[in-house]
C-alpha cells in the first residue's frame, strides 16, 4: 500500500463513527462518581482542587471500562494512587527546564514499556503521563499538590466503591459471552447443511473461554449455568463438522446426507435455544421436533461408521448441555470448592508476570521496545517545542503525542487524525458554551460532567466522538480553574497539531513495521498448528485411560454413550493445551495480517497473494487435525498401529518447516510422507462401525494433513505459480479447528 492510501485509509478510520452497543448504566455510574468527587471538592477546597479531583476521578474511571468481563475496582484504586504520585513529583520537578524532562521522559517511556503486558494497562499508564502534563501546573505551593494528589487519590477511591455497591448486569456480560459462542455454533450448523466445509469464527469460543476466567471467591457465586455449557460448546465444534464433512463417509446426495442435514438444522435449534436460555437467565426451551430428531432409530440404519459416530456424540453431547443450562439462574452447590477451573488471577498476582513481559520485551528489534523510545523522544521533544513557542501552555503537544500513539502504525495515524478533528470541535462546542452563557465554576462543572458522561457512553465508538466529548471536557475543567477560554482555544488547536504532527513523523522515521514480521508469525502458527495435529495423532496410539472399564463415565454420561475423550485425563488435557496454542497463533497471524495491510510498506518475503494462500493450505491442515479430533476413542479404545510413528514424524517436520519458513526456504515434508507410506493404505473411512474404523479415520486424516502441507510449500516456493482461482481470503485460517 502506497503512504497516499495508507493515509487516507488511517484518516477514515479515525474519523469514523462505528455502531457499537452502548452501555448508558455503565456510563451514569462513572459520570456519578466524577460529580460526586467534583462536588466535593468545590465544596471544601475550591474549583482548583476540583479540577485536580475531577481529573483523578476520571482516570479511574476510564479504568473500569477497559476491557473486562467485570470490571477491577482495584484498577481504579491504582489509577487514582498512580496519578496522585505522578502530578506531585512532577510538580515538585515543574519549573526546572531540565529535571522536568528528565522526569517526564522517564515515565513516558515506563508507560510505553507497559504495552507489553497489555491495551488495557498499556492505556491507563499513557492516560496517566497526558493527565500529569496538566495537572501538575495546577497547584501553587507543595502543599496544594499534595492536597490535589489526596484528592486524585479520593477520585479513585469513589470510582472503585461505586463498582462494588453499584454492580451493573453482574453476570450479564460472562452471560452474553457464552450465549453468542453457542449462537455462532448454532449458525455453523446451518451453514453446514449447504457448505459441509464452512467456515468458523473463533472469536465467540475464545471469547467465551476469556470470560469463564473467575477469582476464587466469585466461583463460589456464579450461577450454576454459567459453568458447564462452554466446555461442551468446545467438544461440539469439531463433532458438527465431523458429522458435515463428506470426507468422513457421507455422500454429497442420498438419505444419508439428508439425515445428516436434518440433524444438523436440529442442532442449531437445541443450541439456539441454550444460548437464549443462558443470556436471559431462564430454562431451556429446545423445540420438540429437534429433540425427537436425535432419537428416531433411522440414524442407525442410514448412518455408518464415522458418521454414526459422530451423530451419536452429537446427540449426547446436546442433551447434556440443555440439562446443564436448565439450572439457569439457579445457585451454586452448596459444596462448592475453591476450584475453579480457569482461575483470574489478582492484580497482585499479576505483578511478577507483568514485570516478565516487560524484560522480554527489551531487546533491540522488539516493537514495544521502539514504541517506547519512539512516544518518550517524541513527548520530551514535543514539550521542549511547546516551551520555547511563544504560545504558553506548551503541554498541549506532549499530550497529544502520547495520547494518539500506538506501537503500529495505522492506530498511530488514525488516532492523531480523530484527536485533531474531535479538539476541533470539542473546542469549538465549549467556546460557544462559554461565549454564549458565561457560566461559572458550578455550572461549568455540571456541563463537564456531562460531557464526561457521553463520553464514557461513546468510547466505544470511535476516536471521534469520544475525543469530542474529550476535548469539551478538558476545555470546560481549565475554564472552572480560571482560565479563559482566549488562553486555551488558539493554542490547544495549534500545539494539538504540532503533537499530531510530531507523532505521525515519528513513525515515518524510526518504525516497526509488521511487515518484514509476517513469515515469523506463519513460522509460529505452523509449529502449534503441527504440534495440536501431532498431539491428536499420539492419543490415537495410547487412547485416554487404556484398560479402564468401557462403561465407567465419571463425568455422568450414560454407560456405552459415545462422548469425546479430550478434556478427560492427563492425554486430553495435553490436547487441550496444543489447541489452545494453536488458536492463539492463529489469532497472532490474523491480527499481524491486519496491522500489515495498513503499512505502506513492500513485501519483503512474503508477498500478499502467497500469504493467503499459505493461510488456505494451514486452515486445511487445522481442519483436518480437527476431524481426527472428533473421532479419539473413547477410554479403553484399541490403538491405532502406526499413529504413534505418524505423530513423531509430523512433529519433527514441522518444526523443521517452521525453521525453513523463517530462512525462506520451502518446507520440505519427506519424513511424513514416508511415515503415512510406511503402512498399507486401510478400506475407506465410510466402511464398518464400533473401533473397527479408526484406524481408516486416522490414515484418511493423516493424508488429508499431508495434502495441506504440500500446498503449504507451493504456496511458499517462489518458483511455483499462484492460483488465480483461489478463493478469496475470508479468514480461511477459520476452516482450522482452531477456529
Same mark, same amino acid.
Not at 469 to 482: D, E, K, P
Given at each position: 500500500?502506497?503512504?497516499?492510501?495508507?493515509?487516507?485509509?488511517?484518516?477514515?478510520?479515525?474519523?469514523?463513527?462505528?455502531?457499537?452497543?452502548?452501555?448508558?448504566?455503565?456510563?451514569?455510574?462513572?459520570?456519578?462518581?466524577?460529580?460526586?468527587?467534583?462536588?466535593?471538592?468545590?465544596?471544601?477546597?475550591?474549583?482548583?482542587?476540583?479540577?485536580?479531583?475531577?481529573?483523578?476521578?476520571?482516570?479511574?474511571?476510564i479504568a473500569t471500562f477497559q476491557r473486562s468481563w467485570r470490571p477491577r475496582p482495584e484498577l481504579a484504586l491504582v489509577s487514582g494512587a498512580s496519578l496522585a504520585v505522578s502530578s506531585f513529583l512532577g510538580y515538585l520537578a515543574h519549573p526546572y527546564l531540565g529535571p522536568f524532562l528528565a522526569l517526564l521522559g522517564a515515565w513516558t517511556f515506563l508507560a510505553g514499556l507497559t504495552w507489553a503486558i497489555g491495551p488495557t494497562i498499556g492505556l491507563l499508564a499513557t492516560t496517566n503521563v497526558a493527565i500529569m502534563l496538566i495537572t501538575v501546573t495546577l497547584p501553587s505551593s507543595i502543599g496544594q499538590a499534595a492536597v490535589h494528589a489526596a484528592m486524585m487519590v479520593l477520585g479513585g477511591l469513589v470510582q472503585a466503591a461505586l463498582v462494588v455497591l453499584l454492580p451493573v448486569r453482574r453476570w450479564g456480560a460472562r452471560r452474553d459471552a457464552l450465549a453468542d459462542a453457542l449462537a455462532a455454533e448454532a449458525d455453523y450448523a446451518r451453514r453446514l447443511r449447504h457448505d459441509p466445509v464452512a467456515p468458523f469464527d473463533p472469536a465467540p469460543l475464545m471469547a467465551a473461554r476469556e470470560a469463564a476466567a473467575v477469582t476464587?471467591?466469585?466461583?463460589?457465586?456464579?450461577?450454576?449455568?454459567?459453568?458447564?455449557?462452554?466446555?461442551?460448546?468446545?467438544?461440539?465444534?469439531?463433532?458438527?463438522?465431523?458429522?458435515?464433512?463428506?470426507?468422513?463417509?457421507?455422500?454429497?446426495?442420498?438419505?444419508?446426507?439428508?439425515?445428516?442435514?436434518?440433524?444438523?438444522?436440529?442442532?442449531?435449534?437445541?443450541?439456539?435455544?441454550?444460548?437464549?436460555?443462558?443470556?436471559?437467565?431462564?430454562?431451556?426451551?429446545?423445540?420438540?421436533?429437534?429433540?425427537?430428531?436425535?432419537?428416531?432409530?433411522?440414524?442407525?440404519?442410514?448412518?455408518?461408521?464415522?458418521?454414526?459416530?459422530?451423530?451419536?456424540?452429537?446427540?449426547?453431547?446436546?442433551?447434556?448441555?440443555?440439562?446443564?443450562?436448565?439450572?439457569?439462574?439457579?445457585?451454586?452447590?452448596?459444596?462448592?470448592?475453591?476450584?475453579?477451573?480457569?482461575?483470574?488471577?489478582?492484580?497482585?498476582?499479576?505483578?511478577?508476570?507483568?514485570?516478565?513481559?516487560?524484560?522480554?520485551?527489551?531487546?533491540?528489534?522488539?516493537?514495544?521496545?521502539?514504541?517506547?523510545?519512539?512516544?518518550?523522544?517524541?513527548?520530551?521533544?514535543?514539550?521542549?517545542?511547546?516551551?520555547?513557542?511563544?504560545?504558553?501552555?506548551?503541554?498541549?503537544?506532549?499530550?497529544?503525542?502520547?495520547?494518539?500513539?500506538?506501537?503500529?502504525?495505522?492506530?498511530?495515524?488514525?488516532?492523531?487524525?480523530?484527536?485533531?478533528?474531535?479538539?476541533?470541535?470539542?473546542?469549538?462546542?465549549?467556546?460557544?458554551?462559554?461565549?454564549?452563557?458565561?457560566?461559572?465554576?458550578?455550572?461549568?462543572?455540571?456541563?463537564?460532567?456531562?460531557?464526561?458522561?457521553?463520553?464514557?457512553?461513546?468510547?466505544?465508538?470511535?476516536?471521534?466522538?469520544?475525543?469530542?466529548?474529550?476535548?469539551?471536557?478538558?476545555?470546560?475543567?481549565?475554564?472552572?480553574?480560571?482560565?479563559?477560554?482566549?488562553?486555551?482555544?488558539?493554542?490547544?488547536?495549534?500545539?494539538?497539531?504540532?503533537?499530531?504532527?510530531?507523532?505521525?513523523?515519528?513513525?515515518?522515521?524510526?518504525?516497526?513495521?509488521?511487515?518484514?514480521?509476517?513469515?515469523?508469525?506463519?513460522?509460529?502458527?505452523?509449529?502449534?498448528?503441527?504440534?495440536?495435529?501431532?498431539?491428536?495423532?499420539?492419543?490415537?496410539?495410547?487412547?485416554?485411560?487404556?484398560?479402564?472399564?468401557?462403561?465407567?463415565?465419571?463425568?455422568?454420561?450414560?454407560?456405552?454413550?459415545?462422548?469425546?475423550?479430550?478434556?478427560?485425563?492427563?492425554?486430553?488435557?495435553?490436547?487441550?493445551?496444543?489447541?489452545?496454542?494453536?488458536?492463539?497463533?492463529?489469532?497472532?497471524?490474523?491480527?499481524?495480517?491486519?496491522?500489515?495491510?495498513?503499512?505502506?510498506?513492500?513485501?519483503?518475503?512474503?508477498?500478499?497473494?502467497?500469504?493467503?494462500?499459505?493461510?488456505?493450505?494451514?486452515?486445511?491442515?487445522?481442519?483436518? $487435525?480437527? &476431524? *481426527?479430533? %472428533?473421532? =479419539?476413542?473413547?477410554?479403553?479404545?484399541?490403538?491405532? #498401529? /502406526? !499413529?504413534?510413528?505418524?505423530? @513423531?514424524?509430523?512433529?519433527?517436520?514441522?518444526?523443521?518447516?517452521?525453521?525453513?519458513?523463517?530462512?525462506?526456504?520451502?518446507?520440505?515434508?519427506?519424513?511424513?510422507?514416508?511415515?503415512?507410506?510406511?503402512?498399507?493404505?486401510?478400506?475407506?473411512?465410510?466402511?464398518?462401525?464400533?473401533?473397527?474404523?479408526?484406524?481408516?479415520?486416522?490414515?484418511?486424516? $493423516?493424508? &488429508? *494433513?499431508? %495434502?495441506? =502441507?504440500?500446498?503449504?510449500?507451493?504456496?511458499?516456493? #517462489? /518458483? !511455483?505459480?499462484?492460483?488465480? @482461482?483461489?478463493?478469496?481470503?475470508?479468514?480461511?485460517?477459520?476452516?482450522?479447528?482452531?477456529?
Amino acid at each position: 500500500m502506497s503512504w497516499l492510501r495508507a493515509l487516507g485509509a488511517s484518516a477514515r478510520s479515525g474519523l469514523t463513527v462505528e455502531r457499537k452497543r452502548l452501555e448508558p448504566l455503565l456510563a451514569l455510574r462513572a459520570a456519578l462518581g466524577l460529580a460526586l468527587v467534583m462536588a466535593f471538592g468545590l465544596w471544601a477546597l475550591g474549583p482548583i482542587a476540583a479540577v485536580s479531583s475531577a481529573f483523578g476521578a476520571f482516570q479511574a474511571a476510564i479504568a473500569t471500562f477497559q476491557r473486562s468481563w467485570r470490571p477491577r475496582p482495584e484498577l481504579a484504586l491504582v489509577s487514582g494512587a498512580s496519578l496522585a504520585v505522578s502530578s506531585f513529583l512532577g510538580y515538585l520537578a515543574h519549573p526546572y527546564l531540565g529535571p522536568f524532562l528528565a522526569l517526564l521522559g522517564a515515565w513516558t517511556f515506563l508507560a510505553g514499556l507497559t504495552w507489553a503486558i497489555g491495551p488495557t494497562i498499556g492505556l491507563l499508564a499513557t492516560t496517566n503521563v497526558a493527565i500529569m502534563l496538566i495537572t501538575v501546573t495546577l497547584p501553587s505551593s507543595i502543599g496544594q499538590a499534595a492536597v490535589h494528589a489526596a484528592m486524585m487519590v479520593l477520585g479513585g477511591l469513589v470510582q472503585a466503591a461505586l463498582v462494588v455497591l453499584l454492580p451493573v448486569r453482574r453476570w450479564g456480560a460472562r452471560r452474553d459471552a457464552l450465549a453468542d459462542a453457542l449462537a455462532a455454533e448454532a449458525d455453523y450448523a446451518r451453514r453446514l447443511r449447504h457448505d459441509p466445509v464452512a467456515p468458523f469464527d473463533p472469536a465467540p469460543l475464545m471469547a467465551a473461554r476469556e470470560a469463564a476466567a473467575v477469582t476464587v471467591r466469585q466461583a463460589r457465586r456464579r450461577p450454576a449455568d454459567l459453568r458447564g455449557p462452554r466446555p461442551l460448546a468446545e467438544r461440539i465444534r469439531p463433532v458438527l463438522a465431523s458429522l458435515a464433512d463428506p470426507a468422513l463417509g457421507v455422500p454429497d446426495t442420498g438419505p444419508a446426507r439428508d439425515r445428516v442435514r436434518e440433524l444438523l438444522a436440529a442442532a442449531g435449534a437445541v443450541l439456539d435455544a441454550t444460548a437464549h436460555a443462558v443470556r436471559r437467565a431462564e430454562p431451556v426451551r429446545a423445540p420438540a421436533w429437534a429433540v425427537a430428531a436425535f432419537r428416531t432409530p433411522d440414524t442407525g440404519s442410514l448412518l455408518t461408521g464415522p458418521s454414526r459416530r459422530a451423530a451419536l456424540r452429537l446427540g449426547a453431547l446436546l442433551d447434556r448441555m440443555a440439562d446443564l443450562a436448565a439450572t439457569a439462574g439457579a445457585d451454586p452447590p452448596a459444596d462448592r470448592t475453591a476450584s475453579t477451573g480457569l482461575v483470574r488471577p489478582s492484580l497482585v498476582a499479576l505483578v511478577p508476570a507483568a514485570a516478565a513481559e516487560v524484560r522480554r520485551e527489551l531487546r533491540r528489534r522488539s516493537p514495544v521496545l521502539r514504541h517506547a523510545v519512539r512516544v518518550t523522544a517524541v513527548t520530551t521533544a514535543g514539550y521542549l517545542a511547546g516551551s520555547l513557542l511563544p504560545l504558553g501552555h506548551g503541554y498541549w503537544a506532549p499530550l497529544t503525542s502520547v495520547m494518539v500513539m500506538r506501537p503500529d502504525f495505522s492506530e498511530t495515524y488514525a488516532r492523531a487524525v480523530g484527536r485533531f478533528g474531535g479538539t476541533l470541535l470539542g473546542v469549538a462546542l465549549a467556546t460557544a458554551l462559554v461565549q454564549s452563557a458565561a457560566p461559572g465554576s458550578l455550572v461549568l462543572g455540571a456541563f463537564a460532567v456531562l460531557c464526561a458522561g457521553l463520553m464514557y457512553l461513546l468510547l466505544r465508538t470511535g476516536q471521534f466522538a469520544a475525543q469530542t466529548c474529550l476535548a469539551t471536557y478538558v476545555v470546560l475543567l481549565l475554564g472552572m480553574a480560571g482560565e479563559q477560554w482566549t488562553q486555551t482555544v488558539p493554542e490547544r488547536v495549534v500545539l494539538t497539531l504540532v503533537g499530531g504532527l510530531l507523532a505521525m513523523l515519528s513513525y515515518a522515521l524510526y518504525p516497526a513495521w509488521e511487515t518484514p514480521r509476517l513469515r515469523f508469525r506463519l513460522a509460529d502458527w505452523l509449529t502449534a498448528v503441527g504440534r495440536y495435529a501431532a498431539t491428536v495423532l499420539a492419543r490415537y496410539a495410547v487412547p485416554a485411560d487404556e484398560g479402564a472399564p468401557r462403561g465407567a463415565q465419571p463425568d455422568g454420561a450414560p454407560a456405552g454413550e459415545p462422548r469425546p475423550a479430550h478434556g478427560e485425563g492427563p492425554d486430553g488435557a495435553a490436547v487441550r493445551a496444543a489447541l489452545l496454542k494453536a488458536r492463539t497463533a492463529r489469532a497472532a497471524w490474523h491480527d499481524s495480517v491486519a496491522r500489515a495491510a495498513a503499512e505502506p510498506v513492500r513485501s519483503r518475503g512474503l508477498a500478499p497473494g502467497r500469504a493467503r494462500a499459505a493461510e488456505r493450505a494451514l486452515g486445511r491442515f487445522g481442519r483436518a $487435525a480437527m &476431524l *481426527l479430533e %472428533a473421532h =479419539l476413542t473413547e477410554r479403553g479404545g484399541t490403538p491405532v #498401529p /502406526g !499413529a504413534a510413528a505418524l505423530a @513423531e514424524a509430523l512433529r519433527r517436520a514441522v518444526d523443521e518447516g517452521a525453521r525453513a519458513v523463517r530462512e525462506r526456504r520451502v518446507p520440505d515434508w519427506r519424513p511424513v510422507r514416508e511415515a503415512l507410506a510406511a503402512d498399507p493404505s486401510p478400506p475407506p473411512p465410510g466402511d464398518g462401525d464400533g473401533d473397527g474404523h479408526v484406524d481408516a479415520v486416522v490414515r484418511h486424516g $493423516a493424508g &488429508l *494433513l499431508l %495434502a495441506a =502441507l504440500e500446498d503449504l510449500s507451493r504456496a511458499l516456493d #517462489p /518458483g !511455483a505459480p499462484q492460483d488465480p @482461482e483461489a478463493p478469496p481470503d475470508v479468514g480461511s485460517g477459520s476452516l482450522d479447528p482452531t477456529t
